[in-house]
């Protein structure tokens, strides 16, 4: 080859880029933010405009317990990736346990919201404007809740093998901020469906 | 050209290795290479860029005269809507998010992307979108009647995307189609956001990325905050047409002007993501065969990210129709005309950049001349439209489809052209023929100006669009003739282009790392790069690194 | 007759409007054209690069301040103008009051015609709207109501009246004051499905006087003629009346247009045909045939049964 080499020129001092773990995950949260806002917005527009009923306050109760349950498990989840950080992998499996138990605890109050409320009082999606409107954004979220938990239950199976140290703590930090996220949409969905809605 | 060209990587073909078909297949298909993934993006946008194109051949021909039945008004339809999805999610966003998955990384000086798998993953969906979406033909009626492909248009207002007013499943391969491909684009948008923040080379603060790894970068953060919603509003729409909701059903209280709105916020930033890379082409091109930096570096900028933020705020304007209050009318108005402060600031920068400079025509150069003025009248045209008692009477006539062909044809597709005679020789290690490059560039104006100027005036003298024929009496038999003229033209300009691929990928010169003299990074490896790129790390000082390398003596980094 | 609906020819104070606010666009577009489209041709030619200078590159200049604020100054001073004169004429046109002798129409679009009610006349009609024109100085203009039956379809006369669109569970308005009688052609503009194309408007403006007897006459009940009892009875025991409405008829189906006084229109399903009798019989047969995909069905009638059915809707006038 004829070709010069490349001018070897100092690196600067420092040369330090954001993380692409968090980078990745923060992009993806703004984007599902974005999906979220729509549905909101088709949520609190449609708020008042059936044209037959149920209406919200006639069906939902709040769901307290399962929502703070959930905004626990983010503290829980917390704890966790910090337990990691300091190498104690036996907390760490603990809290992590708690964070699934908790939204598990979120999932099966949902379902038993829903079972309710389709069997017992004959309220579906086709029902009118607000089933279409509540089923799919507290479903929208559930499901969200669902993706969350397989990513959770997959660390727990590494960690039940003995595969999850220190070495992980940041992955478990970011998949942690997913659910964060997942726990942060909960606080507008139920402020929308359950505060502003009924 | 410098004589003693730099290389940071590659010794030419090493990288390509012989295998049989079969083995290269499977390289192709399996493989996490940025550069690959980008030239599948690229070569599946090429292919339907000639499907949608025929599409658009058949509903040109069947309005060449008044009352003419060529097709039936079914197949029209079908055709229309199809070819309005193709041109837009099938071409367009795939050539460009090809072209960023290609050269985002070369310069910004990283090996590859920042998640590789997630990359190929982001293709083969927005592939697989586009191949359910033409599955659609092969269903219903048989092939004559154009299967069940969709046929609402390619905003499908509702209602007619209801269960009630489209039956059987064309409606579903469409919004499948769209949430498919959806998913692949933003991932491919995540990945070039990583990119571009995280895998910078050393030296490469954000002000001295390359303009064009600006503008990928803005299109990307777009993409991520609005394909999101279209995709919300496609799930609402399975949701109606699968579970029996209600969002867009106006019997039971819905509402269809929400779906206007949930998609033009979607549909308005659409079109600058599908613009702004064609920016990127001209703010590399240009001052390359001008032979002096970009004007303006921090001016653009500004103005590209300026237009990412007002676009957000514009949608409405597709909607001066359905009855919005005067003020809304009147903010609509305004933000759609301020955006033209932003663009204005761009072609003045290229301007600026030609100023004082030595211009070269050679062929990538002539596409973007074409650009600026094509993207000038376009824009002029946009801004008739933003007035809104102007659109009161062009709105869904043929003279937004005049608009939308000048900005998508005139401006995208040339510096798409551009961009191809361009880096061609990077990535494949052949020059393009100049000569059929001229001869692509003078036949597709000609046949560019033949249809779509002429289309203007049909749509002042009150044709609309959507219609698959019209009456004799009215004036408008004349410019359609034009119009059908000219698709010739551009037929046989891009059959042109298509050979001078395949001839020079044959015969073609041999390119060499650098055939433009031009100054970023993806210059200074081999042609084809090596497919880790860069042996080592790049260090840059400026934002022309090859610049400083060729002229040791008077380096950018003395005055940025 | 000139029959093109450019709108650059305007008959009606409204599409006037819109038309001088155009040209006053067209002029600023127009002149932004000429001086940026000649700054970019004397920079290809003059910056052009010479034979014999290939080598040495050009002075490198990286911006300017300046000229940047420059270029941005004047972009938004246009803008501000064009915002203002905007926000006049859309308040104009928009928000224009409604006189005391104006017309009152309700327009309802549907696949693929028009229904037009005048709730103050008692008249129903479809296709084919005749108003009176308006006199600038006892004004009469006419006021639409916008609804849609299906999907969102768009009013749009170009000489006229600018568009506005009808849309389903909603209500929209618009105007029109035509200065000249006539007859003004105008289509659905927007999108509706298959015969989106076959959805056209013909606007007749009368003078005053004409519009008094043709309201006159739309407000008779058709007579009963005998030779075409045979037909009527045809009309009466099929299907036509599930769909159509024929005053003292026991038909009164409002999926379709009125038949009341069907041959007092020139053409036949949104213009689709002339409307002749030979037509008509070919639409009764075959709707496909004029106008294919039409959600009238083929009414599979004997050939005597046709013959009477549209000696019949002959004596519809
Ligand atoms: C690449 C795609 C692209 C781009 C870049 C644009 C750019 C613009 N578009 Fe266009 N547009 C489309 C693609 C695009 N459009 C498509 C696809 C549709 C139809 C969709 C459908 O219905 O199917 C559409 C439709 C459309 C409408 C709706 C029409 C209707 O349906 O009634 C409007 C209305 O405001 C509009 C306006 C504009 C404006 C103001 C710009 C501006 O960004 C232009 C800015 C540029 C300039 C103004 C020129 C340069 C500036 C200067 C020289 C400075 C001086 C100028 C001033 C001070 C004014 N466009
Ligand atoms: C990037 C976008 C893009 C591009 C490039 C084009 C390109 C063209 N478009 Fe398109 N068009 C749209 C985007 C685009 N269009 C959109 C979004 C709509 C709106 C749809 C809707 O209303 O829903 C539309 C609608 C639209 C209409 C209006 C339909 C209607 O309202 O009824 C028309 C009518 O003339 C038209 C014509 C054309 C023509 C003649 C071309 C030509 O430039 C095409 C030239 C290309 C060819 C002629 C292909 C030639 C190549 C070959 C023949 C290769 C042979 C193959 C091999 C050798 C492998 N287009
Ligand atoms: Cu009605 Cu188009
Ligand atoms: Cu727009």
Redesign the interface.
Known sequence: MSARTAPILPAPASWRLPDRGIVGMVSLIVAETAIFTIFVVAYLYYLGKNLSGPEPRQVLEVPVFISICLWASSATVELAVRALRRGSTRPFGLWWLATIVLAAVFLGGTAREWYHLIYVEGFTIRTNLFGTTFYSLVGLHAFHVMVGLVGLALVQAFAFLGRVGPEHAHRTHVLGLYWHFVDAVWVVVFTVVYVIGR | MTS?????GG?GAADARDGTFLETLHDWVVTVDHKRLGLLYIVYGIVFLAVGGLEATIMRVQLAAANLHVV???VF?RMMTMHGTTMVFLVGVPILFGFGNYLVPLMVGARDM??PRLNALGFWLTAFGGFLLYFSFLGGDGLYGAGSAP???WFA????TSTA?SKGHSTDYWTLAILLGGFGT?GT???I??TV????C??MTLGKMPLAVWMFFTMSAMT??????L???Q??LC??RY?????FD?Q???????WQH?FW?FGHPEVYVLIIPGFAFASEIIPVF????I?????MVAATTGIGFLSMGVWAHHMF???MS?HA??FF??IT??V??PT??K???W??T????????ATPMMFC?GF??QF??AG??G??LA????D??????YFVVAHFHYVLLGGLLMTIFAAMYYWFPKATGKMLSQTLGRWHFWLFVIGFHLTFDTMHIPG???M????????A???WDVFNLICTVGVAFQALAIVLFLWNVVRSLLWGKDAG?DPWDAWTLEW?VSSPPPHYNFA?L????SRRPLWD?K?PE?P?WL?? | MNLVPNIFAPVSGHARALYTYSMLVLGITGAIFVVVASLLAYAVVRFRERPGDERVEPPQIYGSDQVEIAWTVIPVLIVIVLALVTTRTIHAVQDAPKPPGAIEVTAIGRQWWWELRYPDLGIVTANELHIPVSDPRNPTPTYLTLLSADVAHSFWVPRLAGKTDLIPNRVNHTWMDPEQPGLYLGQCSEYCGTQHAKMLLRVYVHTREDFAKWVATQKEAPVAEPKAAAGRHVFETTACLNCHAVQGTVGNGRFGPDLTHLMSRETLASGAALNTPENLRTWIRAPERLKPGSLMPAMQLEDRELDDLVAYLVTLR
């Not at chain 2, 923040?197 to 910078?200: A, D, I, M």
């Not at chain 2, 991520?224 to 919603?229: A, F, G, K, Q, S």
């Open positions: 003693d060209s730099l290389t940071l010794a039936s008004p079914q339809n920042a998640f046929d609402v248009g207002y509702a209602p007619l007013f933003i948008a995540i990945n956001i990583t923040l995280c895998l910078r050393p030296g991520l905050v609005v394909m999101t919603p995709s919300a509003a799930i609402m949701i109606d579970l029996g909701g209600h969002f106006t039971a209280g819905g509402s269809a002007v929400i949930f916020m001008s032979r002096k930096a004007f303006g570096y921090p001016a129709t359905v009855g005067s009318n009147t108005a305004l005309m301020a033209g402060i204005g600031i072609i003045f920068n301007l600026g030609m100023w004082g400079g030595k211009i070269r025509f001349l600026l003025f000038l009248i002029l045209t801004i008739m007035a809104v008692p102007f009161w009477q062009l709105s869904d006539s002042i003298l009150g609309p669009r959507r219609i698959y024929t019209y009456e009496d009215r004036g790392n200074a080592l790049p260090v840059v000082r390398f002229h008077d950018d005055y940025e």
